[in-house]
C-alpha cells in the first residue's frame, strides 16, 4: 500500500511537469540525444534515494512509452520489464553505475547521451520494460516509404531508429544473445523518409570516385 501510494504521488508529479513543460521533438539531425530538463528531477530524486529504485524505472518506463524520452535506437524489447513482475521488490536490479550517471547527469556533470546509454542498457537487460508497439519515429509510419518488392506489413513493424534510413523491424521479432545477455533484432527493416528525398538524389547517382556510395536496391 505505502508502495502505491508513493508510486501514484510520483506519476501525478510527472504528469503535472509534462502539462508545465514544453516538450522537445525528436530530432535525428540533433547531435546528441536532448531530454526534457525536468525528467532531471526524477533522476535527482533516485540518486539521492528519495524514490525507490522501482518507482524510478516505473516512471522511467511510462516517459519512454509516451515518446517523452526519446531513445535514438530503441532495443528489442516487451511490455514485461524485471521490475514490474513484483512492485513490492526490494532486490536491487540496476548497476550502481546507471545510478552514479543518473545522479552526475541531474547535476550536468554528463550530457543526455550518457544518461541515455545507461536507460538502453535496462531495456536490454529486460530491467526496464517498453512497449515497442507504443514508440513513435520522427516520420508518421504511414509516410515511410519502404520498397514494394519486400511485402512489408506496417501493421507489423515497430520503429527502432532514424538516421539516413528510417529502421524498423517486427514486433517481437527478438534474438536473445546468450554471451551479451541481452535481446537483439533478428531482422530490420529499412525505409525511406520522404523528408530526405534530395539527400537520397545525391547518392543515388555515383560518377565521383571520390566520394562514398549507399546501395539500396529495390528503389529503381
Known sequence: MIFQIRLLVVLITLFSLIGSSALIPNSSAQEETQIPDWIKNVAEWWANNEI???EFLTGIEYLINNNIIFIPFMPCGG???TAASDPTLEVKLIPDWVKNNAGWWATNQIGDADFINGIEYLIKKGILGIDNKKIKGEVPIDDVIFS???G???DKLVFIAS???EVYGAHGDCLFDPDAKINK???TTLGLN???VDEYNKVALWNDPQNAVVVYPYFT
Request: proline share 10%; glycine share 0%.
Open 163 to 165: 538516421s539516413f534510413f
Open 194 to 196: 520522404p523528408n530526405k
Open 185 to 187: 533484432w533478428r531482422s
Open 52 to 54: 525507490s529504485e522501482q
Open 152 to 154: 512489408v506489413n506496417k
Open 79 to 81: 511490455d514485461f520489464s
Open 148 to 150: 514494394p518488392a519486400w
